[in-house]
């Protein structure tokens, strides 16, 4: 598993990959700091406002931090990002506002983002759904001359996520095959998070996650997702063989998922506290942290700014969740296809005969 920094925030060199971030300024470094800072507050936020009633449902992305933010920063621009419904640290490095992923989860939209404008494609929820997508728009990046050219402003890739049970989809095998026999421009990036929903890894995999890609004649590597540095790294290097034609590469960054699947979930039916444990010692924000306080580039002063400004954003969000309309359960039917269609047509009607039933409860709550 290559790795940078260590738990304790002990920097190690590397003959590989540390070239590719020789250009990192102390700023940068803090700057991923406060990204983490960020996106966390975001996230716990976000949880919050779902208990309260604010929104549908919640998937919190906690520990997956240094995972996300370091695939996030190293796409270019013009690079093609495909996640799926977990993916706030990738969305927050691309600019997307933590309150636009509220609507998508509240239900009052599906997206929130122009695809086309900021170079990511929407949530997917379905699991593996993206990745046939991903390797999709590859190709036609082959075809559209913008890959291997030798370009740095035009040649481009694409970044498909997808979790570690995602990966036994079919899709995603779909994908390698065609990634593969096309070299298409695309780094599959799998966050290991250790479970999906209940079902551990070990039981999804029998080898390392990384070896999956092999039989394909896909390169592939683990990284630690718990350190931003090498996660950075490692996509930035596997973004440029992409982009410069040597076809498609698989990252499995290795994290863990510190909260519940989802809002709906339990975790304490299934998983141990012991191991809740012994990752949280594994933090992404405070590995980054002690590393930047042992080379003497963050202060307290620093520190404390993020957190006010973490704690802003959390209250922003809680402020403006309040101000959006409740989504109407209808609209569900309104873009199934993109006609109309009578079958979608024949069950609106029945959903909202179903709906009328209450409207007298309602009223009566009213009164
Ligand atoms: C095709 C499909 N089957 C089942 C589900 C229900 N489901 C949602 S998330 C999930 C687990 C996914 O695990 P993983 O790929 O490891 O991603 P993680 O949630 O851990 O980020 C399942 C089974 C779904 N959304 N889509
Ligand atoms: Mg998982």
Not at 58 to 66: D, I, V
Not at 69 to 84: E, K, N
Not at 180 to 189: K, M
Request: hydrophobic share 40%; net charge negative.
């Amino acid at each position: 598993m290559l790795q940078l920094l260590a738990p304790d925030g002990t920097r190690t060199p590397h003959d590989e990959l540390d070239p590719v971030l020789a250009h990192l300024t102390a700023d940068d470094l803090r700057g991923y700091y406060r990204d983490m800072v960020m996106i966390r507050a975001a996230d716990l936020e976000a949880t919050s406002l779902q208990r309260q009633g604010q929104l549908g449902l919640w998937a919190s992305a906690l520990g997956q931090e240094g995972a996300q933010i370091g695939a996030g920063h190293a796409a270019r621009t013009q690079d093609y990002l495909v996640p799926t419904y977990r993916e706030h640290g990738v969305a927050w490095a691309r600019g997307i506002e933590p309150m636009t992923l509220l609507e998508l989860f509240r239900g009052i939209s599906h997206c929130g983002w122009d695809p086309f404008a900021i170079r990511t494609h929407p949530y997917m929820i379905v699991l593996g759904a993206q990745t046939p997508h991903a390797v999709g728009y590859g190709m036609g990046l082959q075809r559209d001359g913008v890959v291997g050219t030798g370009d740095v402003d035009t040649d481009t890739a694409v970044l498909a996520l997808f979790g570690d049970g995602t990966s036994s989809e079919g899709e995603v095998s779909e994908s390698f095959t065609f990634a593969a026999s096309f070299q298409a421009p695309v780094v599959f990036y799998s966050q290991n998070n250790q479970w999906a929903i209940s079902v551990p890894t070990s039981v999804q995999t029998r080898v390392p996650l990384a070896q999956r890609s092999r039989g394909w004649g896909i390169p592939s590597l683990r990284v630690d997702g718990n350190d931003v540095l090498a996660c950075l790294a490692t996509t930035r290097i596997a973004l440029d063989a992409a982009r410069a034609g040597e076809g498609p590469r698989f990252i499995e960054a290795l994290t863990y998922r510190m909260a519940a699947h989802t809002t709906s979930d339990d975790p304490t039916r299934y998983r141990p506290r012991a191991e809740e444990e012994e990752w949280a010692a594994k933090d992404p924000i405070l590995r980054l942290r002690l590393h930047l306080q042992q080379i003497d580039e963050i202060d307290d002063a620093y520190i404390a700014r993020c957190d006010e400004e973490a704690h802003d954003l959390a209250m922003r969000l809680h402020h403006h969740i309040h101000e959006m309309p409740d989504p109407d359960p209808r609209t569900l039917f309104d873009d199934v296809y993109a006609e109309p269609h009578p079958l979608v047509e024949e069950e609106r009607a029945a959903y909202a005969q179903y709906l009328s039933q209450f409207e007298d409860d309602a009223e009566g709550a009213a009164r």
